[in-house]
């Protein structure tokens, strides 16, 4: 088994990871982002800082899907390639800024006198807010900068079918655009819309990974086109 396919399997696995860590994560510390409401009761800890870890395994697997299709996508424009890498662990480095946010807050809770209710629950709500703020900028915005550029050096090397290129070149901008909304308040993150607008990137990211799992990172022309 050559370099390139030998990459393109350990990108698909990464894939894979990035998907179900990012969906457990969430999953499992969802009751911290109640902010005042999780500092003030009785908390759930251990579920957080396990859903916590997830985070850490999310952002090196998206480290590592830059660097294990780095070699491969240098070939068609070095630029463009190390701009993907780049971003994917700008992408990481954010969503590991949100996972402090939410770790400070377990301490919060686990460390706040009684008498300091108030204030730790105005702290709480500015941590979660940190963390929202991360979540809109990372898994939305970046990644649909680096969504793009992948798909763009995918599109030029035609080693993946071009239904798949398209998702991404059609789904970075998308996310992107989302984002932009969210960001000035049309609707919410975790609204239809904004739900709608991540879905394309979410089908790209599997279809690749199922794609690279089977053909590495070396597919025919003909199975490209």
């Known amino acids: 088994m050559n370099a390139d396919r030998r990459n393109g399997i350990a990108a698909g696995v990464l894939f894979l990871v990035t998907e179900v860590a990012a969906i ?9 982002l109640d902010g005042a409401d999780y500092v003030l009761g009785a908390g759930a800890d251990n579920r957080v800082l396990l859903g916590a870890l997830c985070e ?11 660097v294990t299709l780095f070699p491969m996508l ?22 590991v800024l949100g996972l402090v946010a939410v770790l400070a807050v377990v301490t919060l809770r686990r460390d706040a006198a009684p008498s300091d209710a108030g204030a730790s629950a105005t702290v709480a709500r500015a941590l979660v807010a940190v963390h929202d703020w991360t979540f809109l900028l990372g898994p939305n915005l970046i990644l649909g900068v680096n969504t793009l550029l992948l798909a763009l050096l995918l599109h030029r090397a ?3 079918p ?64």
């Open 74 to 95: 240098r070939r068609q424009h070095e630029g463009i390639a190390l701009g993907y890498v780049c971003a994917r662990v700008l992408e990481a480095v954010v969503i």
């Open 158 to 160: 035609r080693v993946v």
């Open 24 to 32: 457990a994560g969430v999953a499992l510390y969802g009751p911290v």
């Open 162 to 225: 071009r239904a798949i290129t398209a998702l991404g070149l059609v789904g970075g901008p998308l996310i992107c655009a989302s984002a932009v909304a969210v960001w000035f308040g049309v609707y919410g993150q975790l609204s239809g819309p904004g739900a709608a607008a991540a879905l394309p990137v979410f089908v790209w990211e599997l279809s690749l990974a199922g794609w690279l799992l089977l053909r590495g990172s070396r597919g025919t022309d003909a199975a490209a086109r």
């Open 56 to 66: 850490v395994v999310l952002a090196l697997a998206v480290v590592g899907t830059g």
